[in-house]
């Protein structure tokens, strides 16, 4: 069956600029993730949604938003882009809201300039 | 404080050789569990092993075994008779129940592991 596929995979922009990140799930996933990789933070935590619904976000602005479609699709936002934004996105798919097993896409690279 | 510890920033390994990954973690939930994912430099996370704080045994996975010691907090990857191919960032993950419902991934810093011929 088809992973998680993550669009576009590499993304530049200008600072000031938002850009929306896709996000589409195994087939039969519910919940979906989101997080930011960065050399200087490592791996960070964004949001976590599960039937449309946020259950829970990370500790970051309210630059990033994101939401979750009825058929479990997901898409982040970055608003008023910085270039401390820059980094490779990930998002993950689990089949329920246990998260016993996450799968994750390719990611989407982000460069803000 | 971290949560999930890797003290291994780069390991080197010789081919056919085994390989022990360090992980340790802390957490006051007593439901969780323990990931291990591979990055290649393409950037995408491969799930390598999974093993939850109620299990009893230690998880396998073809080469990939975990050796969970609960009482000391640690999870450490174990990749017996490595390949070239193994070449990539290890990375150690916990998954946590969050306040308010939900769960999430916390990871620690990777361990760039190198096999040479």
């Known amino acids: 069956k088809a992973g998680v596929t993550q669009t576009p995979r590499y993304l530049i922009k200008t600072r000031g600029q938002q850009v929306t990140l896709s996000c589409s799930p195994i087939?039969?996933?519910?919940?979906v993730s989101w997080y930011q990789q960065t050399p200087g933070q490592g791996l960070q935590f964004l949001f976590e949604y599960f039937s449309e619904t946020q259950r829970n976000k990370g500790n970051f602005p309210g630059r990033f938003s994101g939401r979750q479609f009825s058929n479990s699709r997901s898409e982040m936002n970055v608003s008023t882009l910085e270039l401390g934004d820059s980094a490779l996105y990930l998002c993950?798919?689990?089949?329920?809201?246990?998260?016993?097993?996450?799968?994750f896409g390719s990611g989407t690279r982000l460069t803000v300039v | 404080a971290q949560k999930i510890t890797q003290t291994q920033p780069g390991m080197f390994v010789q081919e056919k050789e085994a390989v022990t990954l360090d992980c340790t973690y802390d957490t006051s939930d007593p439901s969780y569990g323990l990931f291990w994912y591979k990055q290649p430099s393409s950037g995408e996370m491969i799930f390598l092993i999974y093993q939850g704080s109620y299990d009893q045994q230690n998880a396998t996975e073809g080469r990939y075994s975990l050796n969970f010691q609960k009482a000391r907090k640690s999870a450490n990857l174990v990749i017996s008779a490595s390949q070239l191919g193994d070449s990539a960032m290890y990375f150690c993950?916990?998954?946590?129940?969050?306040?308010?419902?939900?769960?999430?991934?916390?990871f620690g810093t990777g361990t760039q592991l190198k096999v040479e011929l």
């Open positions: 993950a798919s689990s089949l329920d809201r246990n998260n016993y097993g996450y799968t």
């Open positions: 993950a916990m998954r946590e129940r969050v306040t308010g419902g939900g769960n999430k991934l916390t």
């Open positions: 087939s039969g996933h519910r919940s």
